[in-house]
């Protein structure tokens, strides 16, 4: 399988993801939203968003390893973030450069959405990640 990324000319750039990939392969993963808990359930990094979006990205690799996948099978990323402001992409792009080298994530990351949303599922859920890959 084959996962090719870029962001043609006349895109705005830099981005710190690519906006285009194209995959060859015929078995697609899809990773449900991934939050900052442990496999217990316990909550990790509790008001921390840098800490959240961080093990967040550890469980989606976790669910990409499942299948035989890793994050250069990645063809895309959805981040969803309570109470977003553009201020806060600091502290989000700090969570991603935490585990960047620890989790094998390409740089630029794979096209990825970055939706801010007013509340997830419990109040202490900062981040959910989804993943979408191509496998062969």
């Known amino acids: ?17 690519q906006h285009v990939s194209v995959a060859s392969g015929t078995r697609q993963v899809h990773v449900a939203g991934q939050i900052a808990r442990d ?12 800490g959240q979006v961080a093990q ?8 990409l390893a499942g299948a035989g ?6 063809v895309r990323l959805r981040f969803f973030v309570t109470q977003w402001t553009p201020d806060r992409i600091g502290a989000f792009l700090a ?20 939706i801010g949303v007013d509340v997830l ?4 859920v900062l981040v959910e990640v989804e993943a979408d890959a191509v496998l062969d």
């Open 69 to 74: 996948a890793t994050f250069a099978d990645v």
């Open 39 to 50: 496999a217990a359930g316990r909550p990790v990094a509790t008001g921390d968003l840098t």
């Open 95 to 114: 969570g991603v450069e935490e585990v960047a080298d620890e989790l094998g994530l390409p740089r630029p990351l794979p096209p990825a959405s970055l």
């Open 1 to 17: 399988m084959t996962v090719q990324l870029s962001s043609p000319d006349g895109m705005l750039q830099p981005v710190p993801y």
């Open 121 to 124: 599922f419990e109040s202490d």
């Open 56 to 63: 967040a990205l550890r469980n989606t690799a976790l669910g």
